[in-house]
């Protein structure tokens, strides 16, 4: 079945480092999309990627980084520059319909 | 600025109508969509407006008022599995419309209740 992987579903960081998060689909979207999803709030665009090589910055994106090398996957990078990480991290992906299609999340924690 | 409105809970009982409203601010506006995330899951879309009127889906309609910049939500025949929450989203275009964006709202915490 196709859709979005993201993982690991629960990440815990200590301070000042850096990690990684997952993001992988297998549905041919060009877009990709990374938000942050603090607790009773919305959702927050942190960084987007229309096509492969090429990817923007949203509305959030200090302390984070992302690269776009396969069509396939759009992995998140949480710097030691961003301060108030702990949060949950949806990616999603999309083609020319409406809809977003989102992965099951990666909860990160910084302990 | 780019902002949306919507109530932060609602309850209703099983089998009833529920109305989730929807207002914003946004420059670019292209449509409105709305999702569902159950607690702890993934949002999954629900639906789209990108004209004025109504759009229905099963239980679900969605209404959208460009004009006053405003739309709903509306879930009829409520089921317990309904609770959840209910996100609307703007789609607003950039750099002259070569690439758009979703601003989502807050959310609306619906509790179904027996």
């Known amino acids: ?111 | 600025g780019q902002s949306l409105e919507q109530p932060s809970e609602v309850t209703a009982v099983e089998g009833a109508i529920v109305q989730i409203n929807c207002t914003y601010q946004t420059s670019g506006f292209y449509g409105l969509s709305w999702y569902q995330q159950h607690d702890g899951g993934a949002p999954t879309f629900l639906s789209y407006n990108g004209l004025d009127g109504l759009e229905e889906t099963g239980r679900f309609s969605s209404f959208l008022s460009r004009s006053d910049s405003y739309g709903y939500l509306l879930l009829q025949e409520l089921q317990m599995k309904d609770s959840a929450s209910y996100f609307c989203a703007v789609r607003v275009f950039l750099y002259g419309g070569a690439t758009n964006k979703l601003i989502f709202g807050t959310g609306t915490l619906l509790a179904v209740q027996p």
């Open chain 1, 1 to 111: 079945d196709g859709g979005i992987t993201q993982s690991p579903k629960y990440l815990f960081r200590k301070e000042g480092q850096n990690v990684t998060l997952s993001c992988e689909q297998n549905l041919n979207h060009d877009a990709m999309y990374w938000y942050r999803q603090d607790p009773g709030q919305g959702l927050r665009l942190i960084y987007y990627s229309q096509i492969v090589n090429d990817f923007q910055k949203g509305d959030i994106a200090e302390g984070y980084s992302v690269s776009r090398e396969k069509k396939e996957s759009f992995p998140l990078t949480v710097t030691s520059a961003q301060k108030n990480p702990t949060a949950f991290y949806l990616c999603a992906s999309k083609d020319r319909s409406y809809g977003y299609t989102f992965g099951s999340g990666t909860r990160l924690t910084v302990v």
